[in-house]
């Protein structure tokens, strides 16, 4: 049986675990955090927006087109595509299945590639980050056999 790969994550943290078979449980294979996704968005720009010189007397202050938290999120989000795009291109994993809250699991979803995406059985948008791994199981026990 192949190994199938669980991402649990928000925009801030991330748990990775395998599961092997029936009977396996859940193991984790890795912890990822990203604190930059719970600064102030204040926090995460470098000054005051940069000044535009247009045609005529006045200037106007640029802003950037996303918002720095949201950036931050997709940095967060393209991290945990690279995880599962390389479990899937090593061989070491046959089947994902993605937790994540739903404007968080669109960001990853932009980020798999084609055959990852492919590999991905079942999604769930919820933020399961703070379940322990026994309720995870019996939140997952529908798509897997722990």
Known sequence: MATTWILV????????????????????????????????????VSDRPGQMHSPGNGHR?????????????????????????????S?????????????????INEKLDGPTAGLVSNRFEKDYTKSSEKELAGHLESCIFL
């Open 9 to 44: 994550a928000n925009a801030s943290q991330a748990k990775l675990y395998a599961n092997t078979g029936p009977n396996k449980g859940l193991a984790l294979v890795k912890d990822l955090k990203h604190p930059e996704s719970r600064e102030k968005a204040s926090d995460l």
């Open 61 to 89: 202050a640029s802003q950037p087109k996303t918002d720095p938290k949201t950036n931050e999120a997709r940095h967060f989000a393209q991290e945990l595509a690279r995880e599962l795009n390389h479990g899937r291109s």
């Open 91 to 107: 061989g070491q994993v046959g089947r994902f299945i993605l937790v994540a809250p739903p404007a968080f699991m669109g960001l």
